[in-house]
Nanobody, 113 residues
Framework: QVQLVESGGGLVQPGGSLRLSCAAS????????MGWYRQAPGKQRTVVAT???????YYADSVKGRFTIARDNVKNTVYLQMNSLKPEDTAVYYC???????WGQGTQVTVSS
């Protein structure tokens, strides 16, 4: 089973930026797409952005124009560039192989002054 490891979370002030990374344990992009999801305390896990195997991209309305999903086929890594961060972006962020594959362990993003 493919293992996913996220990194790049942390504490940032409103308006700041972070880049999350999700490294896979093998070559995945010929088989899978990838999604970024987030879960805030007391709330359900929701989709943030997805990148299909064919390269199609989806963004949740709440992050359009601020977040960018991208992949590096050589490094087997997917990134989520997050700009203009808001307090409501605070959550644990997870990467997920699509469809129906592994989940990463999650990385905490906190946006606060």
């Amino acid at each position: 089973q493919v293992q996913l490891v996220e990194s790049g979370g942390g504490l940032v002030q409103p308006g700041g930026s972070l880049r999350l990374s999700c490294a896979a344990s093998g070559s995945i992009f010929s088989t899978y797409g990838m999604g970024w999801y987030r879960q805030a305390p007391g709330k359900q896990r929701t989709v943030v952005a997805t990148l299909t195997r064919g390269g199609s991209i989806y963004y949740a309305d709440s992050v359009k124009g601020r977040f960018t999903i991208a992949r590096d086929n050589v490094k087997n890594t997917v990134y989520l560039q997050m700009n203009s961060l808001k307090p409501e972006d605070t959550a644990v962020y997870y990467c997920h192989l699509l469809p129906g594959g592994s989940w990463g362990q999650g990385t905490q993003v906190t946006v606060s002054s």
